[in-house]
């Protein structure tokens, strides 16, 4: 019965729901999965390391798994917005923040892997990873850790990738504020993006 309830929860199919937003709804389940084993991997790692080519995988595949989810399921739903779609902004709005959840803990797997340069003196703690990675993330940069030569480019990517999701979360807001018109078959107020459009 527990299978079943989380089969449910995983897959997150609904009867009224289009093909596109139970899928993207899979994807957003996943990536809740993801975040978790993530989480639980840094905690598991602190007493038992994993070999350097073991971490590689994890980290390209955590990346790669970051970027897809920002592109199908947060960056294309307002250009999927017409006459006859209106996506929930509560919707858009929660997938943003799962998005950035993920992208700080895939990217900090990427920087364990390819490396950040700790002030002069200091030694890099776990920990560090993922501060750099959200300092990165939200373009701050306090200037104390930088990246190593071979992840300058993943800082920049991830940099890019804050920039839009700051974006995507104002869009949301703004789009929220907006009134709903009577006409074209927008959405009500339950959230739900299903109905006549992905």
């Known amino acids: 019965m527990i299978g079943y309830f989380l089969k449910r929860w995983i897959c997150g199919?609904?009867?009224?729901?289009?093909?596109g937003s139970n899928f993207r709804r899979l994807i957003s389940r996943l990536s809740v999965v993801v975040i978790?084993?993530?989480?639980?991997?840094y905690f598991l790692t602190q007493s038992f390391p994993i070999e350097r080519s073991a971490l590689q995988i994890i980290a390209v595949f955590s990346v790669i798994w970051s970027s897809f989810f920002f592109v199908i399921v947060v960056l294309a739903i307002p250009f999927l917005t017409s006459e006859g779609f209106r996506p929930s902004p509560i919707r858009l709005f929660s997938d943003a923040l799962i998005s950035i959840l993920l992208s700080i803990v895939s990217f900090a797997v990427g920087y364990r892997y390819w490396g950040i340069v700790p002030p002069e003196g200091e030694i890099v703690a776990r920990f560090d990873y993922y501060y750099f990675s959200a300092v990165t993330f939200s373009t701050l940069g306090f200037g104390d850790f930088r990246p190593?030569?071979?992840?300058?480019?993943?800082?920049?990517?991830?940099?890019?990738?804050?920039?839009?999701?700051?974006g995507i979360i104002v869009g949301a807001a703004f789009f929220a504020a907006q009134p709903v018109t009577s006409g074209g078959g927008a959405n009500d107020d339950s959230g739900n993006d299903d109905r006549n459009g992905q």
């Open 13 to 19: 199919q609904k009867a009224d729901s289009t093909a």
């Open 36 to 41: 978790f084993l993530l989480v639980v991997e």
């Open 148 to 166: 190593s030569a071979d992840a300058r480019f993943l800082a920049s990517f991830q940099a890019i990738l804050g920039n839009l999701h700051l």
